[in-house]
T-cell receptor, first 109, second 115 residues
């Protein structure tokens, strides 16, 4: 079966760096997405990786290794507003998105 | 503001009621989606429409009935629901369906409680 694994919850300190990991086993691969979802709000797009390597976008970076079935989302200079759930999703060979359960990130002052 | 709106934001209904959820996208997209989000579970894709044609139905119970009258509007008609159907129902749209780079834009969701 198809599976996306990410930690259920993480805690970090304001101003620090945190890395949220995502591993996947899917039938085929057509890209990996990261979304941010604040409580009670819509998920919003953060990043898309289809080739190996690091994509940097401001304080957020996303890394992909297709051979390892692995990605991470790196958040730098954490702010209180970064407290949210972070969803990892992989597009399989049928172009269907397979979603992880999300990682709830708690930022402490 | 993502360009996708959903109404109502909250809905409480009994198991014998009939209600409808509405979604509208203002992005000119060709594909629309219904998802179910339960606590601590992955998003579950329910229905996909591309150019107003249904292309995906992931074995959803018949008590959920989608309708896509045009590329900007999507409805989810609900009848004789069960308490386990209580969840956040999210609508999303994308430029096209079946494309790796076509990211999805989500509405804020309808929080449904079935009593």
């Amino acid at each position: 079966g198809q599976n996306i694994d990410q930690p259920t919850e993480m805690t970090a300190t304001e101003g620090a760096i945190v890395q949220i990991n995502c591993t996947y086993q899917t039938s085929g691969f057509n890209g990996l997405f990261w979304y941010q979802q604040h409580a009670g709000e819509a998920p919003t797009f953060l990043s898309y990786n289809v080739l190996d390597g690091l994509e940097e976008k401001g304080r957020f970076s996303s890394f992909l290794s297709r051979s390892k079935g692995y990605s991470y989302l790196l958040l730098k200079e954490l702010q209180m507003k970064d407290s949210a759930s972070y969803l990892c999703a992989v597009m399989d060979s049928n172009y269907q998105l397979i979603w992880g359960a999300g990682t709830k990130l708690i930022i402490k002052p | 503001e993502t360009g996708v709106t959903q109404t109502p934001r909250h809905l409480v209904m009994g198991m014998t009621n009939k209600k409808s959820l509405k979604c509208e996208q203002h992005l000119g997209h060709n594909a629309m989606y219904w998802y179910k989000q339960s606590a601590k579970k992955p998003l579950e894709l329910m229905f996909v429409y591309s150019l107003e044609e249904r292309v995906e139905n992931n074995s959803v119970p018949s008590r959920f009935s989608p309708e896509c009258p045009n590329s900007s509007h999507l409805f989810l008609h609900l009848h004789t629901l069960q308490p386990e159907d209580s969840a956040l129902y999210l609508c999303a749209s994308s430029q096209e369906e079946g494309s790796g780079a076509s990211k999805q834009f989500f509405g804020p969701g309808t929080r449904l409680t079935v009593l």
